[in-house]
């Protein structure tokens, strides 16, 4: 309040890239599948930009996006789910293109987060048969869409009818095994994401 915008837009505009970075560098030293982003590389990364921050800059600034945050940043997110999942799968012995299907994953993730209520009303309907849902099942629906492990498992379903057909109804016993899921939820949740997919309006 004390300040003029113009200063606080100078005082973002300088620190953006800073703040980038060790966003980046935060999120590496959580990822399971990521190499770590070390300060040598960021600073590399920096200089390739023209800034000359220092070590201690660098440290500072990390610090300063962790207290923005409350140092509330292991949150458990769909990622996180997937790729717990994920390496569970392969502990199993399922024999799935490891990488490939990581990062088909993450864009199905994507498309889930664009496409939201299309997906979830399309679930919805078919889970109640029925094209025009109460106002009492939308609202009972509300825990469905906030659960994690069933977007994981519908998008690691997903990803495998995708890549590895054949492998499909060995991953959905494996993935009703692991979490609980029905194989039956799983199909409708990969329904309604590759419907969404395709712009299909028949099953």
Known sequence: QRSSWSSVREQITKTFVLRLVSCVQLASKLSLHYRRVTSDTALTFLQSLKYSYTKQELLESELAVLNTLHFHINVSTPLAYVELLLEVLGYNGCLLPAKALHQMCVQLLDFCYL?????????????????????????????????????????????????????????????????????????????????????????
């Open 115 to 203: 496409t939201r209520e299309t997906i979830y009303d399309t679930l919805l309907k078919t889970a109640i048969e029925n094209s025009t849902p109460s106002k009492l099942q939308i609202a009972k629906f509300l825990t469905v869409k906030e659960d994690f492990m069933l977007l994981a498992v519908g998008v690691i379903s997903t990803g495998v009818f995708i890549l590895s057909p054949g492998h499909w109804e060995q991953v959905v016993e494996h993935l009703n095994c692991i979490t609980g899921i029905t194989p039956q939820s799983i199909l409708e949740f990969s329904y309604a994401v590759v419907r969404c997919i395709v712009g299909s309006t028949t099953p």
